[in-house]
Structure formats: C-alpha cells, structure tokens
C-alpha cells in the first residue's frame, strides 16, 4: 500500500506537464524532431486585434531523455503578445506555502480557490516504469493553470494537476510570469520540486504537455442586476498587426542533473480584420 500510495504522488507530480494532442487550432509551423519540440497555435477564428485562446503542445521525448526528475517548464512568448493584459486572470488564487512543499494536497475542485482565476485547461501523460517487473504504465491528469499574488512585482501562477488513472492525486505547483530576452517578451515558468526516493518504485517518463490559455472552456461569473452570471472571459489579446517573422514561442525544460533542453516554433500570423467600407 505504501509503495502504491508513493508511486501515486511521484507519478502525478511529473505527469504534470504533459498532454493530448492538440485539438482543432491554427495549424503552427512543425519544429525539428529533437528531444522536446513544441507547438502554440491560435483559434481558427482569431483574428489580428482581437483575443483568442493559446493552445501549447509541449512533447518529450523519454527515450532521448535523461531518466532525472524534470524540475522546470519554461514557456517564451511574444512581447506583442497581451497574455498578461488579457481578461484572464482577475481573481487571485492563494494557496499557503506548505502545499507547495509537501506537493500532494487535498481538497475540492481548485483547491478551493475562486473560478475567475482559472487562465487555462489542459491535460497530461506520463510513462511509468515499475522498478523489478519492468512493466510500462501509462498516467493520465488534467492541469488547471491559475493566477496567483504578485511575487515581487510579477504575476504568481498556481497549477493544480488531478490524476484521473490509474493512480490519480491532486498536486499543487507554483510558478511565475516573468520578462524574456529578445525576440521574446514574457515567460511562463512552472516549478516542479523534486521528490526523493522513487528510485526503488518506479522511472517515471514525461511524454506530453497540452494546456490552452484562454480555453473556451473557462467560465466566470459577476454580479448583474442582483444576479450572478457566467460569462466566457477574452482570452489573450492580439496586436494589431503581425510580427515581421510571425509568433515566436520557445520551451525550455530542466531536469535534476543539471541537463536543459528547449525547442522553438512560430505560429503564424491570423488574418487581419478588414473594416467595410464606408458609404454617404
């Protein structure tokens, strides 16, 4: 029972952040094969000046990797990019320090913190490799990104992970939105603790990361005529006009023995809004 209940926190806390395939989006220019490669895509519909979901697809692979525990998921993104600035985000989530370090938490869906600081859905899979008989598991979870308070003047994040089978947890991370070195704006950094002793349970592989900012699936709710309302919040704004060498995103990954991965993509600019003409 211990050894399972072990195997269940671990696993969870590295299946994190990984993912399905990305569903219906703005197809994003493929990457070179490598180790890690990604993907951000916008809606089908997004347009320049408007707002739209961010769909990332962040895939590993465990068979080029090294068998350390992965410590932190990098995001890069645009400067023109409204992530920060969009209708995301307007509550904050707080969750105390402990759950942090002990990881495994319990409680209701969220943790308990306010829906209106839901920034993003998204779902993750692992590959788990019992120590002794050698067999192969595959994990499932979804991911919750949310707001947290301002750290030093930057925008906190918290994610929750729930494992759905075959073990399943609930997990808590925290992260940070932070400034970025040119061509890139801001980064979304996720911090993953290290968890001692699995050595004797289990490797546990990251395969695959998808979470979308702005998902259509986020619901808020204020306060109208004495009535409270749900509303789809917008999503991240779009400039007005496209970068010259369109949406430049980069992940990078770090693992407990020091090893550091990225991959880089570019999405595609989404069409311009033309306005009608105007008659007398």
């Not at 992260?175 to 349970?201: F, H, Q, S």
């Not at 995103?249 to 023995?257: E, G, H, K």
Request: charged content about 15%; aromatic content about 6%; glycine content about 12%.
């Amino acid at each position: 029972m211990l050894r399972r209940s072990r195997l269940a926190a671990a696993l969870v806390v590295l299946v994190a952040f990984g993912g399905l395939p990305a569903a219906s989006a703005t197809a994003a220019a493929r990457p070179k094969a490598g180790p890690v490669r990604v993907t951000a895509a916008f809606d089908r519909a997004a347009s320049l000046g408007g707002t739209t979901a961010l769909d990332v697809d962040l895939q590993l692979d465990p068979r080029r990797l090294p068998m350390a525990p992965l410590t932190s998921v990098e995001l890069e993104y645009p400067q023109s990019l409204g992530l920060v600035s969009s209708g995301l985000g307007l509550a904050v989530c707080t969750r105390p320090a402990s759950d942090f370090a002990q990881v495994l938490i319990t409680g209701p869906r969220l943790g308990g913190c306010p829906p209106n600081a839901v920034m993003g859905y998204g779902t993750a899979r692992a590959l788990v490799r019992l120590v002794g008989d050698g067999q192969v598991i595959p994990e499932y979870a979804t991911v919750t990104l949310l707001s947290g308070p301002l750290v030093h003047g930057r925008l906190g994040l918290v994610v929750f992970v729930d494992g759905e089978r075959p073990f399943g947890a609930k997990l808590a991370f925290a992260g940070e939105v932070r400034g970025a070195a040119a061509p890139y704006g801001g980064t979304l950094a996720m911090r993953m603790p290290v968890i001692p002793g699995l050595e004797d349970v289990a490797v546990v592989s990251l395969v695959e990361l998808r979470i979308v900012i702005g998902s259509p699936a986020i619901r808020y709710y204020e306060r109208r005529r004495g009535r409270v309302v749900a509303y789809r919040p917008a999503g991240v704004a779009l400039p007005a006009h496209c970068p010259a060498h369109g949406f430049r995103f980069r992940a990078r990954v770090a693992f407990a023995d020091g090893t550091r991965h990225w991959a880089a993509t570019t999405s595609p600019c989404p069409r311009a809004v033309v306005a009608p003409p105007t008659g007398r």
